[in-house]
């Protein structure tokens, strides 16, 4: 827990006052949705509590792992998605794997979608893709159709 925001640190914490990692941030985020879950309140500087240390332990770990796949921004998208209200661990890949596919791939579309568009071409216009031609029916084409 770092009192200044650095690269590696740069979100802040609900529960320490300090700025945290993304890992720890993830953690956190799937913390509260446990405690919610079970209707119980998360105090400050949970993780060092006996009820929350191995679990935030574990799922830091397991966030992570996550993080060298996916970026935090997917990861948290997927955490607030209505299927994986649920959710008990960053570990159920069988839960979590076709959601964060789905995020990531939806993600990686609108980056592309941001570089096509802001390529220009060498005469000052943007690149965008030509439209499908329908090209022209044969005349074998044509009399079948009647």
């Not at 993304?22 to 209707?39: D, G, H, M, S, V």
């Not at 921004?73 to 649920?86: G, Q, W, Y």
Request: with cysteine; hydrophobic share 30%.
């Amino acid at each position: 827990m770092g009192k200044e925001r650095t690269k590696k640190s740069k979100y802040e914490s609900r529960y320490s006052g300090g700025y945290i990692t993304a890992a720890q941030y993830i953690t956190e985020f799937l913390c509260e949705k446990i405690a919610k879950r079970e209707n119980k309140s998360l105090p400050d500087r949970f993780w060092g509590k006996p009820e929350w240390n191995k679990v935030f332990r574990r799922q830091v770990g397991l966030a992570n792992k996550l993080l060298k796949e996916y970026s935090s921004e997917v990861i948290l998208k997927t955490l607030r998605d209505k299927r994986c209200n649920n959710l008990t661990s960053l570990g159920a890949n069988w839960l979590l794997g076709p959601i964060l596919e789905e995020y990531h791939r939806v993600q990686c579309m609108q980056e592309e979608q941001i570089s096509i568009q802001e390529i220009p071409n060498a005469s000052g216009k943007s690149i965008l893709p030509r439209p499908a031609m329908k090209g022209k029916k044969s005349t074998v084409s044509l009399l079948r159709d009647l």
